[in-house]
């Protein structure tokens, strides 16, 4: 991943909120929760760094999309 201080603060709390250590796969609601962002700025940044290979989306056992850092999950 490039140098953290190349993020926007925005994308920062959500890279943080990433990173957990006990978790590697999160859903929008938690990561909203994690990082105080709206809906509207969580999907914002989720898609630019998503753009930038950073973070990528899988499918949950319950069918719910969820999203991780490539670097942790592949």
């Known amino acids: 991943m490039a140098e953290f201080s190349q993020f926007?603060?925005?994308e920062q709390k959500l890279l943080v909120?990433?990173?957990h250590q006990k978790?590697?796969?999160?859903?929008?609601?938690?990561?909203?929760a994690?990082?105080?962002?709206?809906l509207e700025?969580?999907?914002?940044t989720l898609e630019?760094?998503?753009?930038k290979n950073v973070v990528?989306?899988?499918?949950?056992?319950?069918?719910?999309?969820i999203f991780g850092l490539r670097e942790r999950v592949g």
């Not at 978790?23 to 909203?32: A, E, I, N, P, Q």
């Not at 700025?41 to 914002?44: F, M, R, S, W």
């Open 8 to 10: 926007d603060e925005t």
């Open 17 to 19: 909120a990433l990173s």
């Open 23 to 32: 978790y590697k796969w999160r859903t929008k609601d938690r990561l909203s």
């Open 34 to 38: 994690a990082t105080g962002l709206t």
């Open 41 to 44: 700025d969580l999907n914002k």
């Open 48 to 51: 630019d760094l998503m753009r």
């Open 56 to 65: 990528r989306t899988s499918i949950s056992r319950n069918k719910n999309i």
